[in-house]
């Protein structure tokens, strides 16, 4: 594929993430940041959001699965993944997270299992498709191009 | 914006800032608004540990403070530098919860109050109380 074809492809599929609800306006914020200077930016802060969640994601798994659920405790972490999501943009995850802050303030414990799932299955698709989209830029970088805007 | 700081001004003329805020990637995201903006900064993760960094005599043109934090939060925070007769201009930066809570939060003595996530935009609103 040449150069004009790729970046044709990575302006479609960011489009897409966008319109699919994958990302929104905070992630152009975080595009904004990125200059020169620190031309890695994004990939640094979304990098920190996978370990971050993936660290909170098995925090809340052990947490729910205790025979005493300590739902303050749980809904600390999903506190921290709502956080963290919101200020990257990944609007799904964020948006699950909300639903099971509630199930937690109710200590519904089946609430906060089938958000757990959920917030997990979010958080996949949306790693997959960042990465992709990495991916992609990276293939326009190495062919010598620029990541169009 | 102009690049306050860039073109490598007296170091006692760079606006200084401090991020208060238990979650890293906000951490990160916070300092690099700040650093475009010219402002050096420096972060802790929790109330006491802005408490702690006034204690240890440092001083900041800025604090941004979140509300939600373990150990201290932000409310009793900015109560807690008020009353050490901390001046700085203390935004807090937090999600959108409670009325009664924003309002707890801005009656410990915040100056400015934002909501999450921090923006460039928001970031200079915040920057030109400050100056102006």
Same mark, same amino acid.
Not at chain 1, 35 to 40: A, F, G, L, S, V
Not at chain 2, 10 to 13: A, K, L, M, P
């Given at each position: 594929m040449d150069l004009v074809q790729l970046q044709r492809q990575l302006v479609e599929y960011r489009t897409s993430l966008y319109h699919e609800g994958f990302l929104d306006e905070q992630f152009t914020q975080l595009q904004e940041l990125q !200059?020169?200077?620190?031309? !890695?930016f994004v990939v640094e802060v979304v990098s920190l959001f996978f370990e971050d969640s993936e660290r909170l994601l098995n925090e809340l798994t052990k947490a729910l699965e205790q025979q005493s659920i300590d739902f303050k405790r749980v809904d600390a972490h999903v506190h921290q993944l709502k956080g963290s999501s919101s200020s990257i943009g990944a609007q799904r995850v964020q948006k699950v997270c909300i639903a099971f802050r509630n199930y937690c303030e109710e200590q519904n414990v089946e609430g906060c299992l089938k958000c757990l799932q959920q917030v997990r299955h979010e958080y996949s698709l949306v790693k997959t498709k960042l990465e992709s989209m990495f991916q992609l830029e990276q293939q326009i970088l190495s062919a010598g191009g620029s990541i169009p805007m | 914006m102009a690049a306050q700081g860039r073109h490598g001004g007296?170091?006692?003329?760079k606006m200084t800032a401090l991020v208060v805020d238990d979650n890293t990637v906000n951490r990160m995201i916070h300092h690099r608004l700040l650093d475009n903006l010219g402002i050096e900064n420096v972060a802790v993760v929790n109330g006491k540990e802005a408490v702690d960094i006034h204690c240890s005599g440092k001083t900041f043109d800025l604090i941004l403070m979140d509300m939600d934090m373990p150990v201290m939060n932000g409310i009793e925070a900015t109560r807690q530098l008020r009353e050490m007769g901390i001046r700085s201009m203390i935004a807090g930066v937090s999600t959108r919860s409670m009325e009664r809570e924003i309002r707890e939060f801005i009656e410990a003595g915040l100056d400015d109050y934002q909501e999450k996530p921090l923006t460039m935009s928001k970031l200079i609103s915040i920057v030109h109380k400050i100056n102006g």
């Open positions: !200059d020169e200077n620190n031309p !890695d | 007296q170091e006692s003329n």
